[in-house]
Protein backbone atom coordinates (compact mmCIF):
# COMPACT_ATOMS: atom_id res chain seq x y z
CA UNK A 1 0.00 0.00 0.00
CA UNK A 2 1.54 3.40 -1.06
CA UNK A 3 0.33 6.23 0.84
CA UNK A 4 -0.13 9.84 -1.19
CA UNK A 5 2.00 12.60 -0.43
CA UNK A 6 0.68 15.14 1.49
CA UNK A 7 -1.95 17.76 -0.20
CA UNK A 8 0.29 21.15 -0.26
CA UNK A 9 -1.35 23.55 1.66
CA UNK A 10 -1.99 26.64 0.36
CA UNK A 11 0.23 29.68 1.82
CA UNK A 12 -2.33 31.40 2.59
CA UNK A 13 -3.66 28.85 5.00
CA UNK A 14 -0.26 29.36 6.46
CA UNK A 15 -0.80 32.96 6.77
CA UNK A 16 -3.66 32.88 8.59
CA UNK A 17 -2.75 30.15 10.94
CA UNK A 18 0.74 32.24 11.95
CA UNK A 19 -1.46 35.83 12.30
CA UNK A 20 -5.08 34.64 13.21
CA UNK A 21 -5.45 30.93 14.39
CA UNK A 22 -6.61 27.67 14.16
CA UNK A 23 -7.91 26.66 10.56
CA UNK A 24 -11.48 25.51 10.33
CA UNK A 25 -13.06 23.75 7.85
CA UNK A 26 -15.48 26.34 7.05
CA UNK A 27 -12.39 29.09 7.12
CA UNK A 28 -10.69 27.06 4.83
CA UNK A 29 -13.68 27.54 2.55
CA UNK A 30 -13.31 31.27 2.70
CA UNK A 31 -9.90 31.22 2.26
CA UNK A 32 -10.05 29.17 -1.08
CA UNK A 33 -12.65 31.57 -2.70
CA UNK A 34 -10.66 33.87 -1.23
CA UNK A 35 -7.82 32.97 -3.08
CA UNK A 36 -9.69 32.49 -6.18
CA UNK A 37 -10.58 36.11 -5.93
CA UNK A 38 -8.00 38.73 -4.99
CA UNK A 39 -4.05 38.59 -6.19
CA UNK A 40 -2.13 36.43 -4.47
CA UNK A 41 0.46 39.27 -3.43
CA UNK A 42 -1.88 40.82 -1.79
CA UNK A 43 -2.52 38.29 0.91
CA UNK A 44 0.60 38.91 3.15
CA UNK A 45 0.28 42.57 3.48
CA UNK A 46 -3.48 42.50 4.34
CA UNK A 47 -2.57 40.56 7.33
CA UNK A 48 0.26 42.11 7.76
CA UNK A 49 -1.95 45.52 8.29
CA UNK A 50 -4.46 43.30 10.70
CA UNK A 51 -1.77 42.62 12.79
CA UNK A 52 -0.10 46.01 12.96
CA UNK A 53 -3.49 47.40 13.89
CA UNK A 54 -4.46 44.21 16.35
CA UNK A 55 -7.36 43.28 14.75
CA UNK A 56 -6.95 39.38 14.49
CA UNK A 57 -10.19 38.46 12.24
CA UNK A 58 -10.46 37.48 8.93
CA UNK A 59 -13.24 39.49 7.77
CA UNK A 60 -10.99 42.51 8.43
CA UNK A 61 -8.31 40.76 6.46
CA UNK A 62 -11.06 40.52 3.81
CA UNK A 63 -12.10 43.93 4.06
CA UNK A 64 -9.14 45.15 3.37
CA UNK A 65 -8.75 42.88 0.32
CA UNK A 66 -12.22 43.89 -0.68
CA UNK A 67 -11.17 47.44 -0.71
CA UNK A 68 -8.19 47.50 -2.79
CA UNK A 69 -9.82 45.60 -5.03
CA UNK A 70 -12.78 48.38 -5.33
CA UNK A 71 -10.63 51.22 -4.98
CA UNK A 72 -7.86 49.87 -6.51
CA UNK A 73 -4.56 49.68 -4.62
CA UNK A 74 -1.61 51.87 -5.29
CA UNK A 75 0.84 49.96 -2.87
CA UNK A 76 3.39 52.33 -2.21
CA UNK A 77 1.19 55.35 -0.97
CA UNK A 78 -1.16 52.79 0.99
CA UNK A 79 2.05 50.98 2.71
CA UNK A 80 3.02 54.71 3.29
CA UNK A 81 0.01 56.16 4.57
CA UNK A 82 -0.47 53.06 6.74
CA UNK A 83 2.66 53.69 8.58
CA UNK A 84 1.87 57.53 8.40
CA UNK A 85 -1.51 56.39 10.96
CA UNK A 86 -0.16 53.83 13.00
CA UNK A 87 2.85 56.08 13.86
CA UNK A 88 0.31 58.97 14.41
CA UNK A 89 -1.99 57.30 16.74
CA UNK A 90 1.48 55.18 18.65
CA UNK A 91 3.97 58.19 18.90
CA UNK A 92 2.19 61.51 18.31
CA UNK A 93 -0.55 63.12 20.38
CA UNK A 94 -2.38 60.00 21.03
CA UNK A 95 -0.06 58.13 22.34
CA UNK A 96 -1.07 58.65 25.37
CA UNK A 97 -4.36 56.57 24.46
CA UNK A 98 -2.70 53.92 22.93
CA UNK A 99 -2.81 50.65 24.29
CA UNK A 100 -0.21 47.54 24.08
Known sequence: MTSAPPA????????????????????????????????????????????????RHWKYVEAILKRWKEKGKDERKNREDAVKDFKRYTEGEFAEYFRE
Open 8 to 55: ERSNLFTLYEQNIGALTPLIADMLREAEKEYPSAWFEEAFEIAVARNV
